[in-house]
T-cell receptor
Framework: EAGVAQSPRYKIIEKRQSVAFWCNPI?????LYWYQQILGQGPKLLIQ????????DSQLPKDRFSAERLKGVDSTLKIQPAKLEDSAVYLC??????????FGPGTRLTVT | SQQGEEDPQALSIQEGENATMNCSYK?????LQWYRQNSGRGLVHLIL?????REKHSGRLRVTLDTSKKSSSLLITASRAADTASYFC???????????FGEGTQLTVNP
């Protein structure tokens, strides 16, 4: 079974620029999550989708972050404009049952 | 703020020794999970223990849960150099609620 795919793996941008990350979850997994992991910390949930609907986006900085999951499969996370403190690894995860989550390799974002 | 807090923050042991990591949390939970993260990689699920369970085993892993103390421990027996990674506990509430991760324990197993 193919795992969760993410791209790009690395991205370097200047502050105030925009950036987008892509995630393809495991086939058949209805629930998809985006996490932000700052160096030395645990992942923090940004947004949770159930199919193509948002379940929880309470920790998403909506003034600059947006996410969508068209057709309930792939998802994109966008940051516009980026700030220095957005430097982190952005992890995508999916699950069929709200229990074990399957994580992708992450996208390491550096904002200079 | 993070729900779970791991202790210690870092642990260095010799191959063959046992490693014990602890996790404390603040509010009632439905399940508690442990994940491993190798450097530069995503997280990998290790084990899930439900709030009505006290102990669970999986291979060289042993997890305990004490809901009265709001704490859990992860024991890795006969450690190997390949066990070197960060270990995170994560808690959730009612089904479908967000999974909240702790800050992690960095385990180094020296060959």
């Amino acid at each position: 079974e193919a795992g969760v795919a993410q791209s790009p793996r690395y991205k370097i941008i200047e502050k105030r620029q925009s950036v987008a990350f892509w995630c393809n979850p495991i086939s058949g997994h209805a629930t998809l999550y985006w996490y932000q992991q700052i160096l030395g910390q645990g992942p923090k949930l940004l947004i949770q989708f159930q199919n193509n609907g948002v379940v929880d986006d309470s920790q998403l900085p909506k003034d600059r972050f947006s996410a969508e999951r068209l057709k309930g499969v792939d998802s994109t996370l966008k940051i516009q404009p980026a700030k220095l403190e957005d430097s982190a690894v952005y992890l995508c995860a999916s699950t069929p049952d709200y229990h074990e989550q399957y994580f992708g390799p992450g996208t390491r974002l550096t904002v200079t | 703020s993070q729900q779970g807090e791991e202790d210690p923050q870092a642990l260095s042991i010799q191959e063959g020794e046992n490693a014990t990591m602890n996790c404390s949390y603040k509010t009632s939970i439905n399940n508690l999970q442990w994940y491993r993260q190798n450097s530069g990689r995503g997280l990998v699920h290790l084990i899930l223990i439900r709030s009505n369970e006290r102990e669970k085993h999986s291979g060289r892993l042993r997890v305990t849960l004490d809901t009265s103390k709001k704490s859990s421990s992860l024991l890795i027996t006969a450690s190997r150099a390949a066990d070197t990674a960060s270990y995170f506990c994560a808690t959730d509430g009612p089904s479908g609620s967000r999974l909240t991760f702790g800050e992690g324990t960095q385990l180094t197993v020296n060959p």
